[in-house]
């Protein structure tokens, strides 16, 4: 009996170790990025968190900045019945989604503004994309720092195809 409790402490010990060393701003972005990708027409399983890597978090006046690469795992359970225990399919897909979030200084931070990006780890890695996503990064970095000019979430995103 002991020796079938040992596997099951040792996996919710190393998630709780990589839980510990993120901030509770940091694991936020993780779940919400999570909801995201779940509530996807085309994502059929559940996906649990590999790896996360490439976090950067910053503080200004205007708030907290959280950029965050999240790697993804397909389990065996469907999205629509979840269960307690799924296990990792490792031949499956491993998606991996860039998050970049803004949130403001109150209490209860607020989302200012938002980005993700989630596709296969060769997807991200396009030149393309990734020259897309950094802009859309810095553009979410900078909610909120116009003191007295209104942002509103996707302005960016909206803001492109007006004329000059």
């Known amino acids: 009996p002991v020796s079938l409790c040992l596997p099951l402490a040792l996996a919710v010990a190393a998630v709780a170790a990589v839980a510990a060393g993120q901030s509770p701003l940091q694991r936020r972005v993780v779940r919400e990025v999570l909801e995201y990708f779940h509530g996807r027409s085309n994502v059929h399983f ?94 979410v970095e900078e909610a909120g720092k116009g003191g007295d000019t209104l942002y509103l979430p996707g302005m960016f995103a909206f803001s492109r195809g007006l004329p000059a």
Do not use: M, W
């Open 46 to 139: 559940l996906f649990k968190e590999r790896d996360v890597d490439g976090v950067i978090e910053r503080e200004d006046p205007s708030g907290t900045f959280v950029q965050l690469r999240l790697g993804l795992a397909q389990t065996a359970c469907r999205k629509r019945a979840p269960q307690r225990h799924c296990r990792v399919l490792e031949s499956r897909r491993k998606p991996t989604c860039l998050a970049c979030y803004k949130f403001d200084t109150s209490d209860v931070p607020k989302v200012l503004d938002k980005y993700h990006n989630c596709g296969p780890s060769h997807h991200l890695a396009a030149k393309e994309i990734r020259q897309r996503d950094e802009a859309e990064c810095r553009a």
